[in-house]
């Protein structure tokens, strides 16, 4: 389940997730440094799940640090489509910690306050990724747009949620004529 809200006192809101399967897949430990001026990118891989199909992700920012948020884009990319899920917001010393991106968060995370701790909308929206299939890999793409700053990512997730279909493709056959015989 996911929690909405920020540090301004609003009260937490349950958001539930679609039905289908949940599954979240996570890189921790990391020391990725974000420099002054730069991209860094970490991946997770999501194993293959068959004929599967998504109809809901979130990213979940775990930790990061960073001297001042508001230099900090964040993109995710899955196969052939991306979104810029944050451009640019926060201020100094502002954090991101348990942050889920999620678009049926009630706050855009533009309109939350940091430290940023909760759910919020996306800068823009995830459902390009629906309807494509859970496996390979997940990207988060950090840029830093400005000098004087720097920060850490030690930790992030990806959040998916997937149906599969059921079985296989079942034929009626309705007979062209019926009769009764005599039994033997």
């Known amino acids: 389940c996911s929690f909405g809200g920020s540090a301004t006192g609003i009260a937490p809101v349950y958001v539930a997730p679609p039905s289908g399967i949940y599954a979240e897949f996570c890189r921790t430990g990391l020391n990725i440094i974000l420099n002054d001026f730069s991209l860094v990118k970490d991946s997770v891989l999501v194993p293959n799940q068959g004929t599967c199909s998504v109809t809901d992700v979130n990213y979940k920012i775990t ?40 678009d049926s968060g009630l706050t855009p995370i533009a309109s939350g306050i940091a430290p940023f701790t909760g759910t919020f909308r996306p800068s ?4 390009g990724f629906n309807s494509q299939p859970p496996e390979g890999y997940w990207k988060l793409v950090l840029t830093d747009t400005a000098s004087g700053d720097t920060g850490v990512l030690t930790a992030w997730c990806i959040q998916v949620t997937f149906t599969c279909p059921v ?13 009764l015989s005599q039994n033997y």
């Open 167 to 179: 079985g296989g493709v079942q034929t009626l056959e309705i007979p062209n004529y019926y009769s």
């Open 124 to 127: 823009n929206p995830l459902t």
């Open 63 to 102: 930790n990061l640090t960073h001297s001042y948020d508001g230099d900090v884009s964040m993109y995710a990319q899955h196969l052939n489509v991306g979104s810029k899920i944050v451009n640019r917001v926060g201020g100094g010393g502002a954090n991101f910690i348990n942050t889920v991106l999620n």
